[in-house]
């Protein structure tokens, strides 16, 4: 597939409650370039200050790659430190920005995603993946260890599994994925768009205030230890049972009422 040169590295959709943002550098295999990198950002950062939207899907154009990482022509281009080190620097930012969304970020993966591209899907709250998809942090077998990737791959599949991948460059299959945590899901090619927008949509319909302060809590607590981790969720959790819309839904559970219709709210 070839992309006209005028043509944006991100494109951007809404569905009802659901921001789709497209990858869209086919003919790069949708390396992150610095461009991309920065559109990213700038979406997030208007995603951020939106209460429109409850969700968002990051998917990519065309059927050989979500992603291969950083574009190493790009990189390739200089041997500037700083330049290099402004690059990783925005990527690394544009990556804890998704934690930081209100909105649950969902990677829909429907074929290789490799190097910064893994870090991308392991950085994202959740992550479908068809069953033809592949993970590598195979920076390696270019001569340079992924660092920055193993940053959110290592927090998802832990420290051994993380390192083998990031030794070896070797690829998973989904159900490997699946299995050490680097994806949420797994389905038939043939499902994956309408899986992930099943699953966005089911998200987009919860009380959006618990699905934020719930998402900002969890990532939180999972840098403290077991006790503060405690204490900290069980404030949280009072504070939240005291709100409306958990006393609305409350209620109708216990008086076998309707379910509170959130969607609007």
């Not at 829909?108 to 991308?120: D, E, P, R, S």
Request: proline share 5%.
């Amino acid at each position: 597939m070839t992309k006209h040169p005028n043509e944006p590295v991100l494109l951007r959709r809404d569905e009802g409650r659901v921001a789709i943002l497209t990858l869209n550098r086919p003919h790069a295999m949708n390396a992150l370039s610095g461009d991309l990198i920065d559109a990213l950002q700038t979406e997030f950062d208007k995603l951020a200050q939106d209460r429109e939207i409850r969700c968002v899907v990051i998917e990519a154009q065309g059927d050989r790659a979500f992603s291969t990482g950083h574009d190493l022509r790009e990189v390739a281009s200089t041997r500037d430190y700083a330049f290099h080190h402004g690059l990783l620097t925005r990527c690394s930012a544009m990556m804890m920005s998704i934690q930081r969304l209100p909105q649950p970020v969902i990677a829909k993966v429907k074929a290789v995603a490799t190097a910064a591209g893994c870090q991308l899907v392991a950085a994202c709250d959740l992550a479908v993946a068809s069953s033809e998809a592949t993970f590598a942090t195979s920076g390696i077998n270019n001569g340079l260890f992924c660092g920055t990737p193993s940053v959110s791959v290592g927090r998802n599949v832990g420290p051994k599994r993380a390192l083998d991948m990031l030794f070896t460059g070797e690829f998973v299959d989904a159900a490997t994925a699946l299995r050490d945590g680097l994806v949420s899901r797994v389905v038939p090619i043939a499902e994956l768009d309408l899986a992930t927008m099943a699953l966005a949509n089911r998200i987009a319909s919860q009380p959006p205030q618990q699905i934020a302060e719930g998402k900002a809590m969890f990532h939180r607590h999972m840098t403290m230890e077991l006790g503060q981790a405690y204490a900290y969720a069980t404030e949280f959790m009072a504070g939240a049972i005291q709100r409306e819309d958990a006393q609305a839904g409350i209620d109708a559970f216990v008086n076998k009422k309707p379910k509170p219709d959130w969607k609007g709210r």
